[in-house]
């Protein structure tokens, strides 16, 4: 494929980085069990594509079905119980995954809809992509509610794993994927009281980061 298409691709599918994205090349280059090459220095943790496809060939997405992990934790609603054996990762209520499962859906659909130059559909083509996105290893670091021990202050209210697939609709073929590992946190990592409403919010801006970088990856591949 064409170096100007791959570049554009990696560098503003992944955002800006401190270092040109580049993919790896030469007999060191590491290349997963599906073809794709790494991509080195991209603002994702860990992120590869197709040497040998014409991206700017796309201008069409198909928002496939997303996935939604979560961590295994022993459910307690113990705050004394937490504190004691000095527990990092709490249980999350059926009601709060609904709640972030629909917020995260909710941003990344927001996102897409604002793309100037990919249109969403329904039918396969070979002008269209297929989206596959999910979190995974979803873990909770709010506590229980620590009713009468006074406030609680929070530098991270949970985490998780964005995995993100670009297929061609025809084929099927993975020709982009993403991994990154990020905290729903404040700027800088700063301690601030944990709540409902807070907690929303951080949920909310870890969703906007990487659902803005999709979008104005996809964007990009056409200027």
Same mark, same amino acid.
């Given at each position: ?9 990696? *560098? ?9 994205? *580049? ?83 909710? *941003? ?48 991270? *209210? ?66």
């Amino acid at each position: 494929m064409k170096k100007l298409t791959i570049i554009a691709l990696t *560098v503003l599918i992944v955002g800006c980085a401190t270092k040109e994205p *580049v993919l790896q090349q030469g007999p060191e280059a590491e290349v997963t069990f599906d073809g794709l090459v790494r991509i080195d220095h991209g603002r994702f943790n860990d992120s590869w594509a197709d040497p040998d496809i014409d991206f700017s060939k796309y201008n069409k997405i198909i928002a496939g079905d997303a996935v939604f992990e979560f961590r295994a934790v022993k459910k307690s609603d113990s705050a004394t119980f937490a504190a004691r054996n000095n527990t990092s990762e709490f249980w999350i209520s059926d009601k709060n995954k609904e709640k972030l499962i629909k917020i995260v859906t909710e *941003v990344f659909k927001e996102e897409l809809d604002k793309s100037e130059k990919f249109t969403r559909t329904e039918s396969a083509g070979p002008d269209t992509l297929v989206l596959v996105g999910g979190l995974h290893d979803i873990v909770s670091r709010v506590p229980p509610d620590m009713v009468g021990r006074g406030e609680i202050f929070l530098s991270s *209210v949970g985490e998780a794993t964005l995995v993100l697939e670009a297929r061609d609709s025809l084929s099927g073929e993975t020709i982009y994927r993403a991994i990154d590992r990020r905290a729903a946190e404040q700027v800088g990592g700063q301690m601030t009281m944990s709540n409902s409403v807070s907690n929303t919010v951080e949920v909310r801006r870890m969703a906007r980061r990487w659902a803005q970088r999709l979008r104005e990856g996809l964007d990009s591949i056409h200027e």
